[in-house]
């Protein structure tokens, strides 16, 4: 009597199994970061309709919501978080929340570990990307022309003020761009100005590399782990603005050699340091 179908190991693919198998990277690629798209555009729209409701309007009291939401992407894509050192945030009053920018996917990150009262410093043209740029204006990001340097330090200067007189935490992406090398690009000194400023500790956040799952340049989006360190604080009561550059290349230094750590390069960190 004939075995039961798929009770052997060389049966024929199944219809749908034989098409996942086909799908170039290319194609896997276009479509894992479509649906990515569209979750993110869907979920955005509904969110703000939430925040709204609960909230009223532009508020950072609306990351809640956000975080909430944005936590279930990770699901969608097979991704796992292994986050060390939120004791970390626990400073009393405001601080600048530094972190390295690798991709499109540093939302999930960011939101894994976002503190209350937080906000975010983001372009300015975040804010025509329609339901995904409404949910950033009412969760209270401080939007920043980049093509203005005269501009970005006016809005830098009112960030200290808010900051301190509203009691909230500001995280920035020193590298001011995404970067998917594995490797750190070199640090604009605006947050660090800012800390100074505003006489408050600088708390350094770092995410292990995502080569090892995506990477737009080879088409690779799979599922994968991700590990998150938030770092001690780093004072800055007592320093001027002579301790910018100091500031700056000690953060760097230590994120530098903290990614190269988490991303399992323990021969790279010891050559940088």
């Known amino acids: 009597m004939p075995a039961a179908q798929g009770t052997f190991p060389g049966r024929p693919a199944r219809p749908a199994e034989g098409a996942a198998g086909r799908l170039s990277p290319t194609v896997n690629f276009a479509l894992r970061i479509g649906f990515y798209c569209v979750l993110c555009l869907v979920c955005s729209a509904l969110a703000a309709v939430a925040c709204l409701l609960v909230n009223g309007g532009r508020t950072v009291k609306n990351m809640r919501i956000i975080r909430a939401v944005v936590r279930t992407f990770k699901y969608f894509f097979g991704l796992r978080f292994e986050v060390k050192g939120l004791e970390n945030f626990k400073v009393e009053g405001p601080a600048i929340i530094v972190s390295n920018h690798q991709s499109v996917l540093d939302m999930m990150g960011l939101m894994e570990v976002l503190p209350d009262n937080c906000v975010q410093v983001g372009k300015k043209e975040l804010m025509y990307m329609g339901s995904v740029g409404l949910i950033i204006y ?12 005269s501009s970005a330090k006016m809005v830098m200067s009112e960030v200290a003020k808010t900051m301190v007189a509203e009691n909230v935490k500001v995280w920035v992406y020193p590298e001011g761009t995404r970067n998917c090398t594995g490797d750190l690009l070199p640090f604009k000194k605006g947050a660090f100005h800012l800390a100074i400023q505003a006489q408050v500790p600088v708390i350094p956040v770092v ?8 990477n737009p340049k080879t088409k690779l989006f799979t599922s994968g782990k991700i ?21 700056t290349d000690r953060c760097f230094s230590t994120m530098r050699e903290t990614l190269f750590r988490l991303s399992g390069r323990p021969s790279q960190a ?3 340091s």
Request: no cysteine; net charge negative; charged share 25%.
């Open 207 to 214: 995410y292990s590399s995502f080569t090892s799952f995506y």
């Open 270 to 272: 010891k050559d940088s």
């Open 227 to 247: 590990k998150v360190e938030v770092l001690p604080p780093i004072e800055t009561k007592g320093l001027t603005p002579d301790d910018v550059t100091d500031l």
């Open 138 to 149: 009412l969760g209270g990001v401080i939007f920043i022309n980049r093509k203005s340097t």
